[in-house]
């Protein structure tokens, strides 16, 4: 009996928790989106951990935030408008989570195409502040 309300009363503060991790979450989706857009692609490797892991589809996995920023410049060569849509967090301990969401973009070029697919996204806190750890997608097609 006693178990169960401990168990409660974590889950009750556990709720509240991870309802502010899904909301900072979601922030940091719209600030990375905003500066891809932008070109800031500064700004969008400082949101990677120094040691992050990106994983993307059909390319060679990239290690580090000095290389995944010349990953995201050159994608941003060919890649504008991107929503980033958070589906579901699931906190992880006290400093990661998992996240899984979709995304949309458009390509550039002279024939611009719409890409949707999906992602996994593990955030992990370091100094209090949220920060890619591994980033990983796929296209829906």
């Given amino acids: 009996m006693k178990a169960a309300l401990v168990f409660g009363m974590v889950m009750g503060l556990a709720a509240p928790a991870l309802a502010q991790d899904k909301t900072a979450i979601e922030k940091l989706n719209e600030r990375f989106s905003a500066a891809f857009v932008k070109g800031d692609i500064a700004t969008v490797a400082e949101m990677y ?3 992050a892991f990106l994983l993307p ?3 060679p996995m990239v290690r580090g935030r000095s290389a ?4 995201w410049e050159k ?3 060919d890649i504008d408008n ?3 849509t958070t589906v579901d967090v699931k906190p992880l301990g006290a400093d990661a989570a998992r996240e899984i969401g979709t995304f949309s973009l458009h390509t550039k070029g002279s024939q611009p195409q719409e890409m949707t697919g999906k992602y996994v996204v593990i955030w992990q806190k370091a100094g209090g502040e949220w920060k890619l750890a591994t980033d990983t997608w796929n296209s829906d097609k």
């Fill in 49 to 51: 951990a120094e040691d």
């Fill in 57 to 59: 589809a059909g390319s």
């Fill in 82 to 84: 991107i929503k980033l």
């Fill in 68 to 71: 995944i920023k010349s990953f």
């Fill in 75 to 77: 994608a941003s060569e």
